[in-house]
């Protein structure tokens, strides 16, 4: 596009939180890292300084702040002044799209542009049913990016709004021996011992509690946690009581989640959220670590089962034990599992590919998308 002097399409992209609360901002940040900026220029607007607007410094995106009063708020004069500030702002920027990240941005994101007079598009994340919202941004968005096909299956879209399914993206990495050792010394785990990571927020729908129980009964295997978040006391007292606390390691938040994966031999996801595609599984399946999780949302488009890990059933250590052992006992089918997922990673959640099909559904909704 740069060489026939055809500008590139410039995208504000709204985010609702100013602090790296969960997975979806980590997507997002993938996205922004990977974009071509000869085909799409980002802008990102997010409430105020903090770790989201650190990542854009450091990817040179540029930042405004802009507070998102929550959209149920009664004091409705402080939504209208936001939607006024963010179509101001899409007018000055001489935006082609503002792009709203959780289904409030969403909201933002389709009134604003419509009184700036460009598009919008809605991100969605998760699966579960937004239930009203899933009838209302369709009515207001130009497009919808869905992470998974089961995300798509919550809308129905009129004339007029696009869906596209774009699954994110993962950033591959090689773990050494020299790695392995290093990490497990950082975090205190036995070099010889079967070591099974969950990372995430620790909030109830997560179940890490699952994960707990079922270590509780692999008297020779240990558990590293990486997360925080309210459960975070709750989960340490269940440790002790189950008698597994000197066999679990707590990091709290990791800069980079990929160190836990390094230092386990298996992630598990014992959620019980219809997630649209778990960052936690592709993250992990890039970085050679087979995967078990719950056949929820999008893990089961991710996740083969036998062959990259596992399918496991919510709510249920004891077959989450089972197949603990099932890999502990048998290294070289935990090898062979590990190898899949990473082809497989390499396959689906390329960053690369996920910011290219970023860019092509924008332009595919842009004017000269149409008029092309």
């Known amino acids: 596009m740069a060489g026939n002097n055809v500008r590139p399409l410039k995208v504000l992209f709204l985010c609702a939180h100013s602090e790296l609360v969960g997975g979806g901002q980590q997507s997002l940040i993938m996205i922004l890292r990977h974009l071509d900026r000869n085909r799409v220029t980002p802008v990102a ?54 792009d709203g990240d959780t289904v409030e941005a969403g909201l933002y994101a389709a009134l604003a542009a419509r009184m700036a007079g460009t598009k919008s598009v809605f991100h969605a994340r998760v699966s579960d049913s937004g239930r009203w919202w899933d009838w209302l941004l369709p009515k207001l968005c130009d497009g919808i990016i869905c992470v998974s096909k089961a995300t798509a299956e919550r809308f129905s879209p009129p004339p007029g709004c696009s869906v596209a399914v774009i699954y994110s993206g993962a950033a591959p990495k090689d773990f050494s021996a020299r790695d392995r050792e290093y990490l497990r010394n950082r975090f205190g785990i036995p ?20 994960l707990l129980r079922a270590i509780a009964k692999l008297p020779s295997a240990t558990c590293l946690i990486a997360g925080e978040g309210p459960e975070s006391g709750p989960l340490q007292l269940l ?81 989450l034990a089972r197949r603990l052992a099932e890999l502990d006992a048998d290294r070289e089918k935990l090898a062979r599992m590990s190898h899949h997922a990473k082809e497989r990673a390499l396959e689906m959640f390329s960053p ?13 909704l842009s004017d000269r998308g149409r008029a092309k």
């Open 45 to 98: 607007v997010c409430p105020a300084e903090g770790g989201f607007s650190r990542e854009m410094k450091e990817l040179d995106v540029p930042t405004l702040f802009l507070p998102l009063p929550n959209p149920k708020c009664p004091a409705l004069w402080r939504q209208a002044i936001a939607l006024h500030r963010i179509a101001r702002l899409a007018f000055r920027e001489g935006a082609d799209f503002i």
């Open 191 to 210: 070099q010889d011992s079967f070591c099974a990571v969950f990372a995430g927020q620790l909030v109830k729908g997560k179940r890490a509690d699952t």
């Open 239 to 319: 440790a002790e009581e189950l008698g597994i606390r000197a066999r679990t390691v707590f990091t709290g938040r990791l800069a980079d989640a990929r160190d836990a994966y390094g230092a386990g031999d298996v992630t598990v996801l014992p959620t019980i959220w219809k997630e649209g595609l778990a960052r936690v599984i592709i993250e992990s399946m890039a970085c050679g670590r087979a995967v078990l999780a719950t056949p929820l949302g999008g893990n089961v488009e991710a996740l083969t089962d036998g062959l990259t890990g596992y399918l496991i059933p919510p709510d249920d250590p004891d077959t």
């Open 352 to 364: 690369r590919a996920c910011a290219l099909n970023h860019e092509e559904f924008y332009l595919s």
